[in-house]
């Protein structure tokens, strides 16, 4: 009985003695983030384009872990989505509305708190946030966009950040998977657990692929939107005009129809009298601001150019899946899949001929909606899906909690680690989100400003126009060079509203439809009190706030 009770301490002893001295392994976290990769171009995400494949690995990837088919961009552009996700704050807390914002390491809150919580930081790829990416441990980073080819890489060392320069040889999906693999094996220490953001720069524009992808698709016709060629009632006069008298002039487009920029021009530059005949928007004449039309040649014109624009996109987004398995690969061969978090996103959506348009910046679904989906077997269950609304100020507090953390109360976003782990959606979550362009008919693709609400039923968007002119000052204007310098064509302020159960595909503007008068003013208080919590209101920008005032019951 003795020796009984003597085995059965020592044996407790012992157990408690392997507790303490081999705690639980924090996980590691990899945060892969591509730009402007969109939903559009993924298997999971069911769109027009997921019978030709264009993401296995991604997908793969998704259905092991939980997907997101309500995750919002903040605004619909590089910088400062970036700039929310490494914050967990809005533009107008973070300070960056517009591209040339930037975050200094004192701001850089995401790797600080990871830091915090014993993980080592490492950055690699695109970060695009201008200053040095100082409070991560470990980075090597391309200088602003970077090139797609042969890309040069900053990294920390003796000289200014600027100058410490790495040449590669190669298209950029590679070298920037071969420097997350080199971080992996060489860098890091392997004592700790690592957080880890991998930016690749595709698939953005220009859309160079890798020389090996110029056969893929190349004899495939690749599925067109309707809206490519029919516009029907979507949008309102901020983005079409009075009697559709702007649509020369608003949204660069596939087709000719954008005199200022269009993805013809883009394609084939050299051939483009159109731009240089408008190269910029003044020099356009008021007799060739002709109603559009797309008569039987442009649509031919229009369908060769849209082929042409989504086989190179796919071929850069078939870089990135392929990418993708080299590092699956490698981790599995080193046992690290299964103790690390694995995150997947773009930076934003992007348009794929919808309504005509290319680039992103829109409010519209497809520019707004971020993919988003996370593998993490042993919290998260495979084949999960949630329509909960997240936004990407819910990214950094939702690694925090990840990584054993608490949101700090500086971050205006929200941590949706129960939601991954139990695939309910409390009570409580934000049933909308809030959005915000600033940069007024910018770089060309000629997208009005506005700012709107989105639940999971309605979207809301406001466009306040640009060049609003304020009889107490007839010379004031509001604008930064980067939010736009046509002086020569204002938009008018106007609302759109899509009902987005009956019309997903945002084909009907139903803002003067009696029928929707009430949720319409209910949207509206409740974008009052998103933008005054969020701290998104324009207290800083009263012009702004005179315009939208004297519209807000239009
Ligand atoms: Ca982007």
Redesign the pocket.
């Known amino acids: 009985m003795l020796l009984y009770a003597l085995f059965l301490s020592v044996l407790f002893y012992s157990c408690k003695e392997k507790e303490t001295t081999t705690p639980q392994k924090k996980p590691n976290i990899i945060y892969i983030m591509s730009?402007?990769h969109t939903t559009q171009a993924f298997g999971i995400y069911g769109s027009r384009l997921a019978g030709l494949n264009p993401t296995p690995n991604l997908d793969q990837l998704a259905k092991e872990g939980m997907i997101f088919d309500n995750a919002f961009v903040n605004n619909a552009?590089?910088v400062p989505s970036r700039a929310a996700i490494i914050t967990g704050q809005r533009a107008q807390t973070n300070g960056v509305i517009d591209l040339e914002g930037a975050i200094a390491p004192e701001k850089q809150f995401l790797p600080k708190e990871m830091k915090k919580l014993g993980y080592q930081t490492a950055i690699i790829g695109k970060w695009h946030l201008h200053h040095e990416p100082a409070a991560f441990d470990y980075y090597q980073v391309l200088p602003v966009q970077g090139t797609y080819f042969d890309p040069d890489f900053r990294i920390r060392g003796d000289k200014p950040w600027t100058e410490n320069i790495v040449k590669t040889k190669g298209h950029s999906s590679d070298r920037i998977m071969d420097a997350t693999l080199n971080y992996l094996k060489n860098k890091r220490d392997k004592d700790k657990p690592f957080f880890l953001m991998h930016h690749f720069k595709a698939p953005?524009d220009d859309f160079e692929y890798a020389p090996r992808y110029e056969n893929y698709l190349a004899d495939t016709f690749i599925p067109e939107p309707k809206s490519l060629y029919e516009i029907g009632n979507h949008g309102s006069e901020a983005v079409r005009g009075k009697n559709d008298s702007l649509t020369r002039i608003i949204g660069s487009s596939v087709s000719h129809r954008n005199l200022i920029r269009n993805q013809a021009m883009n394609i084939y530059w050299n051939d483009s009298t159109v731009y240089k005949k408008y190269r910029n928007a003044n020099d356009i004449g008021q007799d060739e601001l002709v109603k559009w039309q797309m008569d039987t040649t442009e649509k031919a014109y229009t369908s060769k150019v849209y082929q042409d624009y989504l086989k190179k996109y796919l071929r850069c987004v078939k870089g990135v899946d392929d990418n993708i398995k080299r590092l699956l690969d490698y981790l599995k061969t080193e046992g690290l899949l299964e103790n690390t978090i694995i995150v997947y996103t773009g930076?934003?959506g992007f348009m794929l001929g919808e309504h005509d348009y290319i680039d992103k910046r829109w409010m519209y679904d497809e520019a707004m909606r971020m993919p988003f989906f996370v593998r993490y077997p042993k919290t998260i269950k495979a084949g999960t899906r949630t329509d909960a609304i997240i936004n990407n100020t819910d990214f950094a507090p939702t690694l925090i909690e990840l990584a054993g953390g608490q949101t700090p109360e500086y971050m205006q976003g929200k941590s949706f680690k129960n939601i991954l782990e139990t695939g309910i959606e409390p009570e409580n979550w934000p049933k909308a989100t809030y959005y915000r362009y600033w940069m007024h008919l910018a770089h060309r693709h000629q997208n009005p400003a506005h700012f709107g609400i989105r639940t999971k039923d309605y979207k809301l968007i406001f466009y306040y126009g640009k060049y609003w002119v304020d009889t107490d000052n007839p010379n004031a204007t509001w604008n930064k060079k980067s939010w736009g310098n046509d002086f020569t064509h204002h938009t008018p302020p106007a609302w759109e509203f899509y009902d987005l159960k009956k019309d997903p595909k945002e084909m009907n503007n139903a803002y003067d439809d009696p029928e929707n008068k009430a949720i319409i003013s209910d949207l509206k208080t409740q974008l009052v009190q998103l933008r005054k919590n969020l701290n998104e209101t324009d207290v800083n920008y009263p012009h702004i706030q005179k315009v939208i005032d004297a519209h807000w019951n239009d």
Request: proline share 0%; with cysteine; charged share 45%.
């Open positions: 730009d402007d552009i590089c953005h930076d934003q």
